[in-house]
């Protein structure tokens, strides 16, 4: 005897939003691997090409813990993009200071990103796009806005 699968009401939310970030991520990481750069890197390099910001605000920003973002300040480091310097404002700190290759680079890899964004949103008639982006939006600021303690924590999905 087997055992039947429930009848789904509604559908699988859950599905739907990790297959298309899945996807979307690693358009992202070979698109953006084509100037040798990861989406971290790009994450790194725009946020701090905004305002003086220390390593610790920029892994909060892109959502790395410590040894990823060392790691990740590394390799921009080597590759002439980025280093880092004392803050301005906390002599304790260090701040990621992005150098002029960096911001070339930069804006190189934001093109990149908005033309991911846009081939995945071309894919959707206008009036659609609209109403996704708006109903994501409003996800993301709304309900789900802040993640909740669970017993056994959701594991992240790999990068």
């Keep these: 005897m087997t055992a039947m699968a429930p009848n789904r009401t509604s559908p699988d939310l859950s599905f739907l939003l990790d297959r298309t970030s899945h996807v979307l991520r690693t ?29 610790i605000q920029l892994a909060e920003l892109g959502d790395m813990d410590k040894t990823t973002m060392v790691v990740t300040v590394d390799a921009l480091q080597k590759a002439g993009l980025a280093e880092r310097r004392p803050s301005s404002t906390d002599r304790r700190a260090r701040i990621i200071a992005v150098t002029e290759k960096g911001a070339e680079v930069a804006r190189q890899s934001q093109e990149i990103v908005d033309r991911v964004h846009a081939d995945a949103l071309a894919s959707l008639p206008d009036d659609e796009r609209e109403v996704l982006l708006r109903a994501l939006d409003r996800l993301v600021t709304g309900h789900l806005a802040e993640p909740v303690e669970a017993a056994r924590p959701a594991r992240r999905a790999r990068q």
């Design 27 to 55: 358009r992202m990481a070979a698109a953006l691997g084509e100037i040798g750069l990861t989406a971290r890197m790009h994450c790194v390099l725009v946020h701090a090409l905004e305002e003086e910001r220390t390593q």
